[in-house]
């Protein structure tokens, strides 16, 4: 069966055209999912014999959070259920220009980066358009918050589920879907170079985020297994092709890890290698996760890094760390589900 959530508003209306039913009643379907209804019968305004009908032919997967937890500056963490009994997390985060969600878009990730918490899940599964999706709607009613801005960088690796990501994308994106315009929604990479050009042709104004986290090779390598399939010169030339085609600044991430990739010779480096590429670099104070090789820079590291770069004219700015005493922050959403029942 068809779960209704996966389809665009067309597929839906084409659908009805062949069931002999009227195409505006896909509107009014499609309106219903985004209101996060879990079944037909909650449709009120479609005829008993038409909600027969959509019984018939599909199904409404929904996914649904199961616990929830606050940190002291109000960023919430989601373990939020799919209907085969896995579980992804979300997050929640409230900025004076708006609230971001932060959503899940694997069971588990592939790319083994050895210092991310989701690489220890191992990869089970791609999350489907409408399971993507589904954890924003569940967010925004559990929290009675509106949300203005969607983040890829919950589990897993978005350019490696790329047709489910870009379809979530523009389900988020339709003024009758979530009306979450393409620029207030981010996709961050570890950067599978294949599929960043396939975005530049998407004519989608998201933002890209490459996990950059060094600009030589060795070190990367040593941090991010997937540098050894792409390495730093074919990443910067698929984000300048990327701009070139977009007209849209790129946004480095690094995280800073202390003795590693944190001197001033690497900020020298990177700066470098970002030398007139219309870009932006996020500094990430590494978080130790569960057996952990790698410790966060100091702060006076972490501020000479970003005035080094600064002055060699590379915009970097350090990112504020939300909900870390909820294991919420970059890289540590991880637990599993009897993790989180150990807890509560
Ligand atoms: N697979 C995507 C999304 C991952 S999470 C990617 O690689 O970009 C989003 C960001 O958090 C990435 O930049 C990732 O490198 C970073 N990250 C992962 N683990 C982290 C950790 N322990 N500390 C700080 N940042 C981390």
């Known amino acids: 069966m068809v779960n ?14 062949e069931m002999g039913e009227k195409k505006y009643r896909a509107k009014q379907i499609f309106a219903w999912l985004f209101k996060g209804v879990e079944s037909f019968d909650e449709m009120t305004d479609l005829s008993k014999d038409l909600i027969e009908k959509l019984k018939q032919k599909y ?19 989601y373990l939020i259920e ?6 992804v997390e979300g997050v929640l985060m409230k900025y004076k220009y708006g609230n971001t969600v932060c959503i899940s878009n694997q069971i588990g990730c592939k790319m083994g980066c050895n210092f991310c918490a989701s690489a220890k899940i191992g990869f089970v599964r791609n999350l489907t358009p409408g399971e993507i999706v589904s954890q924003i709607i569940d967010i925004e009613k559990h929290s009675g918050e509106k949300i203005s ?3 890829f ?7 490696d589920n790329y047709d489910n990501v870009i379809k979530a994308i523009r389900l988020i994106n339709d003024p009758k879907g979530l009306n979450i315009g393409a620029r207030h929604i981010s996709i961050s990479t570890c950067g599978l170079v294949h599929n960043i050009k396939r975005l530049a042709d998407e004519n989608i104004q ?18 991010m297994p997937i540098n050894k399939t792409y390495n730093i010169s074919e990443v910067i030339d698929a984000c300048n092709d990327y701009i070139e085609k977009t007209n849209r600044r790129i946004t480095f991430e690094y995280a800073l890890v202390d003795g590693v990739n944190d001197s001033k010779e690497d900020a020298i480096h990177l700066a470098k290698l970002l030398k007139g590429i219309l870009c932006h670099v996020n500094l990430i ?5 569960k057996d952990g090789i790698y410790e966060k820079s100091s702060v006076e590291k972490i501020l000479a890094f970003r005035d080094t770069l600064n ?34």
């Open 149 to 151: 801005n969607i983040v």
């Open 285 to 289: 104070p590494i978080n130790k996760i």
């Open 4 to 17: 209704i959530r996966d389809l665009y508003l067309e597929e839906i209306e084409n659908d009805l055209l």
């Open 59 to 77: 199904e409404i997967k929904c996914t649904s959070i199961i616990n929830h937890q606050e940190s002291k500056d109000g960023t919430k963490k």
């Open 153 to 159: 960088m919950g589990i897993g690796e978005p350019l």
């Open 311 to 344: 002055e060699k004219g590379i915009v970097a700015t350090v990112r504020r760390e939300l909900g870390s005493d909820i294991s919420a922050a970059c890289g540590q959403l991880v637990r599993s589900r009897q993790e989180e029942e150990k807890i509560s």
């Open 206 to 223: 998201c933002n890209l985020c490459i996990s950059l986290h060094s600009s030589r090779d060795d070190v990367r390598t040593s941090m």
């Open 82 to 87: 799919l209907n085969d009994g896995h579980a």
